[in-house]
């Protein structure tokens, strides 16, 4: 039975002190979740008293599969859980505190989307943010599209009503050197210019202030509950077909559905392809095909820097 009530990008904390960022929606088994920090004495964050550092995907990984082994494919038991930290239940205080946050909130807030409806995940969440540390924000079901859009078009120094309070921190687009960073860190198979074309057109990261941020997409309570399940490997293959729906094209996996004979969607576990292409596009996926009941689906991202797998919009590239 589903008891807790969590999603996607929110945290928790277990009797351990270990920090968790809950990264799937089904709690069927357990959790989904990926541990992000320990207690350590010689720590750089501090929250309640405690000292803490954060782990990298694959430190985490092993820390918990040699402490605890029983927690299969990173599925935290609900009765470990502690204390949960809802994304949205922290805006209001984060935008107080910070006034970087506080411009994307009232951004937001003037292009009409309710408050309850945003949220802050990643190290602001629990609290544990550092000088320097990213932005990410949260927006919820079909919000979130108006909060593109409204973050693209400030970005592009759009006049708007909402300039009144010229004090406030700019939202601006990122620079060419960040672009070359981010590219580097992903390490994808599409070369630098390609994927620029599609990331411009994404709209979902920016600065405020001088620091990064990006836009992430979580479903809505209606949107839930989903059943996420695991599909049988049968083989790597290359396709091309028309995107039907984009609907859940910036979640997490993002979603297409598809045009094609064999295949009814595309399922994409790497951020550096979420948003790639919009419904009525013609891509070219490369990844694992997977056997789910009587579908087939295409798995985009089956390790975290996939090596020999990509999406590409065809119709983007000119290319159709």
């Known amino acids: 039975m589903h008891h807790i009530n969590i999603r996607l990008r929110d945290f928790f904390i277990t009797a351990d002190d270990w920090i968790f960022a809950v990264s799937g929606y089904d709690s ?26 954060k782990l990298d995907f694959d430190e985490a990984f092993r820390f918990v599969e040699e402490m605890r082994p029983s927690w299969k494919d990173l599925c935290v038991p609900e ?45 602001m969440l629990p609290g544990l943010q550092i000088e320097g540390s990213d932005i990410d924000f949260v927006v ?22 909402v300039d ?15 672009w070359h960073r ?7 198979e599409i070369s630098f210019d ?25 479903r809505d309570w209606d949107q839930l509950p989903v059943r996420q399940e695991r599909g049988a490997d049968l083989h790597r293959c290359t396709i091309t077909a028309r995107v039907t729906s984009a609907d859940l094209a910036f979640d997490n996996p993002a979603i297409y559905e598809i045009d094609h004979p064999v295949i009814s969607e ?13 419904a009525g596009e013609m891509v070219e996926a490369r990844g694992m095909m997977e056997q789910v009941g009587d579908t087939r689906r295409l798995v985009v991202g089956t390790s975290r820097e996939p090596v020999g797998e990509w999406m590409r919009s065809l119709t983007l590239l000119g290319r159709e």
């Open 28 to 53: 069927t088994d357990g959790v989904q979740a990926v541990l992000r920090y320990i207690p350590d004495k010689s720590g750089d964050r501090e929250l309640d008293g405690v000292r803490y550092r």
């Open 79 to 123: 009765d470990e859980i502690l204390q949960v930290f809802r994304a949205d239940k922290r805006t209001q205080s984060l935008a107080k505190e910070d006034r970087r946050v506080a411009a994307i909130v009232n951004l937001l807030e003037a292009a009409g989307i309710p408050i309850e409806n945003m949220g802050v995940t990643g190290s």
């Open 140 to 161: 919820y079901g079909k919000h979130w599209f108006t909060a593109r859009d409204a973050i693209m078009q400030k970005m592009r120094n759009v006049p708007s009503d």
């Open 164 to 178: 009144h309070d010229l004090p406030q921190p700019r939202i601006t687009g990122i620079s060419d050197e960040l």
């Open 182 to 188: 981010i590219y580097t860190k992903r390490v994808p």
């Open 194 to 218: 390609e994927f620029m074309i599609h990331e411009l057109r994404k709209g979902n990261r920016g600065m405020v202030e001088g620091t990064y941020f990006d836009l992430l997409f979580v």
């Open 266 to 278: 595309i399922l994409c576990y790497t951020h550096t392809y979420a948003g790639q292409a919009l």
